[in-house]
């Protein structure tokens, strides 16, 4: 049984739209964040944009801002990516990430999905 199941990938044309679901398993308690990451080969994972479960604020990556849209739905447990005007360079997987509140020192406590593959064609 998957803690984080991600759907929405595709392939959509330059200036398309898509939207990115991610619905995390009850069993996953305390959550401080919730949202996407993004990699291609060769190249590092990235923060796409991330949601404070507690209050819903919003950080996003300087590329995303004013074409994404993050939001989460409590009752669901899900966070979703609404992504607009996409680009080619937008091809990435995108992996759904949940952070738990930290109450010490230790290493923080993460979750991944697999990835959901995302392409954008000319």
């Known amino acids: 049984q998957e803690q984080l199941e991600e759907s929405g990938g595709g392939l959509v044309q330059v200036g398309g739209s898509l939207r990115l679901s991610c619905k995390v398993s009850r069993d996953i308690v305390s959550i401080d964040t919730m949202g996407w990451y993004r990699q291609v080969p060769g190249k590092e994972r990235e923060l796409v944009a991330t949601v404070r479960k507690r209050d819903g604020t919003p950080v996003y990556a300087d590329y995303a801002k004013g074409r994404f849209r993050i939001s989460r739905d409590i009752s669901a447990n899900t966070v979703s990516l609404q992504m607009n005007s996409l680009k080619p360079e937008d091809t990435a997987v995108y992996f759904c990430?949940?952070?738990?509140?930290?109450?010490?020192?230790?290493?923080?406590?993460?979750?991944w999905g697999q990835g959901t593959q995302v392409t954008v064609s000319t």
């Open positions: 990430n949940v952070l738990l509140r930290q109450t010490s020192s230790a290493p923080p406590t993460t979750y």
